[in-house]
């Protein structure tokens, strides 16, 4: 072994006694956090965190606070963005478990301990049920390593044909503009985070933006070359930074996997019912595909909810800030009206009416104009009441 | 005898040019068009898009153009909203604008005496559209040529 190499590795002994020491420590101050928060507290601590960069951080471990957990993988639990950026590293999602089961036992305790003082029967939290509660809480975590992240962001990159070049006469006139709206708002996040964001701009002359995961963002040029729609162009960033770093794209395909599998029972047992009831398999059909999208309705309108806030730490003037997120609501269609469903007459038309839905309806869809401005309203006043 | 050149050759060289172009092989949207007189076939233009040694100028809109023809379309990503089908009156005044442009109305001019094949010559316009930045030219350009090669 050489000397640099034996200098490295007594190096990486050292860091990672220090690094179990920084770990355990971390996780015992997150557990011994408030047992219950109300959500309104947690969403206002956890803004004040993120202002001042994230309180539960060491240089190395993140801690996410899970404040509710779902049976399913597939959901969004917060809309309104209480946390900028997600766990991305494993021992950040691990730690962040620790502290949630932690946490669950020290309000057990909590409760056992008050049941004794008021002379109830205390009980004991079943090891089952702490299981259950971590192993939801793990479904709500990002457990796909960053280094896969970025390979499936490269990937993704490179079928990206209709990028306007840097170094074209175009290109020169749109980056700079591109570049400083990107530059601004990064300046804004203080809490830590491995992104190294990318930012293209498309030859597109409409207004749309895309992100992929890794940190790869994209612009319409047409989001650019007009001074009247730079502020949905800064909402675009905002909202596209926000999936980047929610973790949305990769979130959506392990939740997908560990929902499949967790469901695997369920679909031994609609399998056997078949046969004598197609419907039965419709609805499960139907069921799964409505989960899916309903999550990806949510992760849309989570990015929306973290674009909103993003922009209030650039966007200091409230007026202004409305100003730019009625900018992007303006530029979306008008709402359509529901389309009239004929009713079922017979078991056969309603199975026929399921199969009709399940194919004709998209699986990945935006949340309409009406949901994306009641999401961004409320956005809105919550940051004003927080007088953020 | 028929010179048109069959639809599913259009389709088969535009593929097998845009795996190419993967290679970064392009030799650019100006050396076509200088060697485009002595041009024959539409095979022969678009081959001569996919030869190496070259400055590459234009390479960008042929490849964007060509991806977009053989609909090798972005599915992956998250966008910020559904995409809007082109509005035609819109891109129809994009070509009108863009025709107002002295050097590119030279560029289209010269496009239509020396390229004789129509869909080539769409495929071409939609490049020059692409480089300029009229986008939405450009996909009334692809719209007609997809038109075209159904």
């Not at chain 1, 606070?65 to 590293?89: F, G, H």
């Not at chain 1, 806030?309 to 303006?330: H, K, P, Y």
């Not at chain 2, 809109?61 to 909203?81: F, P, Y």
């Amino acid at each position: 072994m050489s000397q640099a190499s034996l200098v490295k590795a007594k190096g990486s002994f050292t860091s990672v006694k220090t690094r179990i020491t920084a770990f355990i420590a971390v996780v015992l101050s997150a557990a011994g956090t408030s047992a219950d928060p109300s959500p309104q507290t947690a969403t206002a601590n956890n803004e004040q965190q993120s202002q001042n960069g994230p309180a539960q951080m060491t240089p190395d471990i993140q801690i996410k606070e899970i404040r509710e957990v779902s049976p399913n993988a597939l959901v969004v639990l917060e809309k309104n963005c209480p946390d900028l950026v997600q766990p991305y590293k494993l021992s950040d999602n691990f730690a962040s478990l620790v502290a949630f089961s932690a946490k669950a036992v020290a309000k057990d305790l909590g409760v056992a301990v008050l049941n004794i003082v008021q002379g109830r029967p205390a009980r004991e939290p079943k090891k089952a049920e702490l299981a259950d509660s971590a192993r939801l809480a793990a479904k709500q975590l990002n457990w796909l390593p960053m280094s896969a992240e970025l390979l499936y962001g490269e990937e993704s990159h490179k079928a990206e044909t209709n990028i306007l070049e840097r170094d074209n006469k175009l290109g020169k006139k749109y980056y700079p503009l591109a570049d400083q709206l990107l530059t601004q708002l990064l300046s804004s996040i203080k809490d830590k985070h491995e992104y190294e964001f990318k930012l293209f701009i498309l030859k597109n002359a409409t207004r749309n933006a895309v992100a992929r995961p890794g940190g790869y963002l994209y612009l319409d040029q047409g989001l650019l070359d007009s001074p009247e729609f730079l502020a949905k162009a800064n909402f675009a960033l905002s909202h596209e930074i926000a999936h980047v770093l929610q973790r949305h794209e990769t979130k959506e395909l392990q939740s997908m996997i560990v929902d499949s599998i967790n469901s695997k029972d369920e679909l031994l047992k609609v399998m056997t019912k078949v046969k004598t009831e197609p419907k039965v398999i419709l609805a499960h059909v139907k069921t799964g595909k409505d989960t899916f999208t309903q999550h990806h309705v949510d992760q849309e309108l989570q990015s929306d909810s973290c674009a909103a806030r993003l922009l209030s730490r650039v966007i200091l003037d409230r007026r202004e800030l409305g100003n730019t997120l009625n900018a992007f609501l303006q530029d979306l269609p008008a709402p359509e009206p529901p389309k009239p469903r004929p009713a079922a007459n017979s078991d056969a038309e309603k199975l026929a009416g399921l199969g009709h839905e399940i194919v004709n309806t998209p699986l990945k869809r935006h949340p309409n104009s009406a949901e994306r401005r009641d999401n961004l309203r409320k956005i809105y006043q919550e940051i004003l009441s927080a007088g953020q | 005898m028929d010179k048109r050149i069959p639809d599913w050759l259009v389709v088969a060289v535009f593929s097998l040019a845009a795996v190419a172009y993967a290679g970064d092989e392009c030799v650019g949207l100006s050396n076509i068009l200088k060697d485009a007189p002595r041009k024959v076939s539409f095979f022969e233009i678009v081959a001569s898009a996919v030869k190496t040694d070259s400055e590459g100028a234009g390479c960008s809109s042929l490849t964007s153009v060509m991806d977009k023809v053989i609909h090798r379309s972005r599915i992956s990503g998250r966008r910020l909203e559904n995409e809007k089908p082109l509005n035609i009156t819109d891109a129809e005044a994009n070509l009108a604008v863009a025709l107002r442009t002295p050097a590119i109305l030279a560029r289209l001019e010269k496009l239509k005496q020396e390229v004789p094949d129509e869909k080539v010559r769409l495929y071409l316009e939609a490049a020059i559209l692409d480089e300029e930045g009229y986008y939405n030219a450009r996909e009334l350009r692809i719209q007609q040529l997809m038109e075209k090669i159904k």
